[in-house]
C-alpha cells in the first residue's frame, strides 16, 4: 500500500512521506508517527504538528482529529525530547562565548583626525 492511500496522508504529505524514504505503510509502522515527523522536518520541509497527528491517526486507523488530547501531548514531548538529542547539525558552528575587545590608541589627536577625514564627525 503505497502511503498516498494511508488515511489522513494528503499528496503533499505523501510526496514528503516519500522523498524522506518512506514509500509504504510498513514504513511508516517501522518508523513511527514522531520518527517519520522527524524525517520530514529534517529534509527541510515545514510540516505543521497537524502532520505529526495525521501519522498518528494513519498509524491507529482513525481520523487524525480523533488522536487523544493526551496522546497528542505525548506525541509532541516525544518529538521534543528526540530533537534534544539530536547532534548539532554538521558544519555549523556551535556559538560560543562572546568577548569584546576594546582599541586604545596611544594619541587621542590622531584618532580624532582620522575620524574627521572619513566623515564621522558630529558636525
Same mark, same amino acid.
Given at each position: ?53 495525521? $501519522?498518528?491517526? /494513519? ?7 480523533? @488522536?487523544? *488530547?493526551?496522546?497528542? =501531548?505525548?506525541?509532541?514531548? +516525544? ?6 538529542? $539530536?547532534?548539532? /547539525? ?7 562565548? @562572546?568577548? *569584546?575587545?576594546?582599541? =586604545?590608541?596611544?594619541?587621542? +589627536? ?14
Amino acid at each position: 500500500m503505497s502511503t498516498t492511500k494511508l488515511r489522513n496522508i494528503g499528496p503533499k504529505s505523501a510526496a514528503w512521506l516519500r522523498q524522506v524514504g518512506l514509500r509504504s505503510e510498513q514504513d511508516l509502522i517501522d518508523t513511527g508517527a514522531v520518527g517519520a515527523f522527524m524525517k520530514v522536518k529534517r529534509a527541510g520541509f515545514k510540516p505543521s504538528l497537524n502532520l505529526l497527528y495525521s $501519522l498518528e491517526g /494513519a498509524l491507529l486507523g482513525c481520523h487524525w482529529q480523533e @488522536v487523544p *488530547e493526551a496522546r497528542r =501531548q505525548q506525541l509532541v514531548s +516525544e518529538y521534543e525530547t528526540a530533537v534534544d538529542e $539530536l547532534p548539532a /547539525a554538521r558544519g555549523a558552528q556551535v556559538a560560543g562565548p @562572546v568577548h *569584546e575587545t576594546h582599541m =586604545q590608541r596611544e594619541d587621542a +589627536e590622531e584618532a580624532s583626525d582620522e575620524t574627521d577625514e572619513i566623515g564621522f564627525n558630529d558636525n
